[in-house]
């Protein structure tokens, strides 16, 4: 929901540095790995309740991942790039839930699973539409520049990041925090199924 109105926001400091690296011989591929490897350090930072830490790492897998876009663009954009960003990206977002559920089993691991559950739900709904609005040649909802097509829901890469800020900060608050925002998944994951069920027959019709 907030994604089309923060992308604008971040991109030109992100232009500023893509265009600092793009002669230094780093790639896209080698951000994207670097900044996944920072992120995966939540896990054993939130497993020792180290929230402050965990925090840095999540912002700097946020930053490194817009970055890693930004310096592909310059440097020309390829399939695999872009697969291995989505891919990772899904993988660090399951990461840092699962890092709360290992610093507080008994109070934080139900409320987890449920999460992790309802990103499925909001991560199929995604990508399903993206394999089959390529097939029938949807044009990009809401980014030209991304590898995927978009289907737009009020629990966005925005609004997640800004939910793992606020459970960092407020550690304590995370089971509560988690049924809430599950349930705004599952609102985004139905949303996602109409409109894209409802396009996808328009095209295929």
Same mark, same amino acid.
């Given at each position: 929901?907030?994604? !089309? ?6 991109? !030109? ?17 080698? =951000? ?79 409320? $987890?699973?449920?999460? =992790?559950? $309802? ?24 980014? $030209?520049?991304? $590898? ?58």
């Amino acid at each position: 929901m907030l994604d !089309k109105y923060a992308h604008p926001l971040v991109q !030109k400091p992100l232009n500023i540095l893509a265009k600092l690296l793009t002669n230094t011989g780093i790639t896209a591929n080698q =951000i994207t790995l670097f900044g996944f490897a920072i992120g995966m350090l939540c896990i054993p930072l939130l497993a020792f309740e180290q929230y402050g830490w965990a925090l840095t790492a999540i912002a700097m897998n946020r930053i490194l991942d817009g970055l890693d876009g930004t310096l592909a663009r310059l440097q020309g954009p390829t399939d695999h790039g872009g697969y291995l960003d989505i891919v990772l990206d899904f993988i660090f977002y399951s990461a840092v839930i699962f890092g709360f559920a290992l610093a507080n089993p008994q109070q934080n691991a139900l409320a $987890s699973a449920f999460l =992790i559950f $309802s990103f499925i739900g909001t991560g199929c709904s995604f990508l399903a539409f993206a394999i089959l609005a390529q097939k029938h040649k949807i044009n990009r909802v809401q980014f $030209s520049n991304k $590898s995927i097509h978009y289907l737009e829901g009020i629990t966005e890469g925005t609004e997640t990041i800004a939910f793992y800020f606020l459970i960092c900060l407020f550690p304590n608050w995370f089971s509560i925090a988690a049924w809430l925002f599950g349930g705004l998944c599952w609102v985004t994951t139905m949303v996602r199924i109409w409109g894209g069920f409802h396009t996808i027959r328009q095209k295929a019709d």
